[in-house]
C-alpha cells in the first residue's frame, strides 16, 4: 500500500534556530499537506500545497510540493517554544478522499 | 465560526461492547472523514462519507462502520470491541470540492478495557 517516510522521527533544537523536515512517497499525489498535533488534540492543518513545484509560506512556515509530486518538505524559521508539537505531512488524491499520513516528527525547542 | 466537534472526548468500553462516535463537520463542508490514531501508529484512514453517502473504507474489518445524516454529521460505529481498538479516533470534514483540504475535531479517545 501507499506509505510516506517522514523525517527526522525527532528533533531537539535550540530556540530560535531553523527546522526542517521533509516526506517521500513511492505513490504520486495531487495534493501535500502539514498538519500539526499537540497532545490530546487533533491535527491542525498548516500549509496546503496543490501543484508540482509551489512554494507556499504561513508566518515562519514554508513548504514545497516537490517537481516529482512524491515529496514535500517543511521549515520552520526562528523556533520559539509553541512550536513544540508533532508535524505530520500527509498526501491526498481528491478521487479517493484519502489522505496518508506520515509517521511524524516530534518537535522540541528548548529556551 | 465553529470547527469540526466531536462527541464524546473520551470513552471507556469493555470488551465486546459497542461504541458510538458522533461528529459534527464545519458548515458548509459536506464530506466527512473518519482516522483511527492508535499509540505508535499513527493515523489510518477508516472512512469517508459524502452527501449520506460511503465513498471509500480503509482497511479495517466490517465492525467498524458508521453513517452520514442529511445534516451532514456523522456517527462512527464500532462493534465488537477488542482490545486493540483503544485509539484517538478523529473526524475530519472538507468543502466537496476541496476534498483532501481536511480539518480535524479534537478526537474521541476510545478505551477498550
Known amino acids: 500500500g501507499q506509505q510516506l517516510n517522514q523525517s527526522p522521527q525527532s528533533m531537539f533544537i535550540q530556540e530560535g534556530e531553523d527546522v526542517s523536515m521533509n516526506c517521500t512517497s513511492s505513490?504520486?499525489?495531487?495534493?501535500w499537506l502539514w498538519y500539526k498535533q499537540d497532545p490530546g488534540e487533533g491535527p491542525v492543518l498548516l500549509i496546503a500545497l496543490y501543484k508540482a513545484g509551489e512554494l507556499t509560506s504561513n508566518g515562519r512556515l514554508t513548504a514545497q510540493f516537490g517537481t516529482t509530486r512524491k515529496d514535500s518538505f517543511l521549515n520552520i524559521s526562528a523556533s520559539i517554544p509553541s512550536d513544540v508539537g508533532i508535524y505530520f505531512c500527509a498526501g491526498g488524491s481528491s478521487n479517493t478522499g484519502k489522505l496518508i499520513f506520515g509517521q511524524g516528527t516530534t518537535l522540541q525547542v528548548k529556551p | 465560526e465553529a470547527g469540526v466537534t466531536q462527541s464524546p472526548t473520551h470513552l471507556i468500553k469493555t470488551r465486546g461492547q459497542q461504541a458510538t462516535l458522533r461528529c459534527s463537520p464545519i458548515?458548509?463542508?459536506?464530506?466527512v472523514y473518519w482516522y483511527q490514531q492508535a499509540l505508535g501508529l499513527g493515523l489510518q484512514f477508516l472512512l469517508w462519507?459524502?452527501?449520506?453517502?460511503?465513498?471509500n473504507r480503509g482497511n479495517f474489518p466490517p465492525r467498524f462502520s458508521g453513517r452520514q445524516f442529511p445534516n451532514y454529521s456523522s456517527e462512527l460505529n464500532v462493534n465488537a470491541l477488542e482490545l486493540e481498538d483503544s485509539a484517538l479516533y478523529l473526524c475530519?470534514?472538507?468543502?466537496?470540492?476541496?476534498?483532501?483540504?481536511?480539518?480535524f475535531g479534537q478526537g474521541t479517545r476510545l478505551t477498550v478495557v
Open positions: 475530519a470534514s472538507s468543502h466537496r470540492t476541496m476534498n483532501t483540504e481536511a480539518f
Open positions: 505513490s504520486i499525489f495531487n495534493t
Open positions: 458548515s458548509g463542508h459536506t464530506s
Open positions: 462519507y459524502d452527501e449520506g453517502e460511503e465513498r
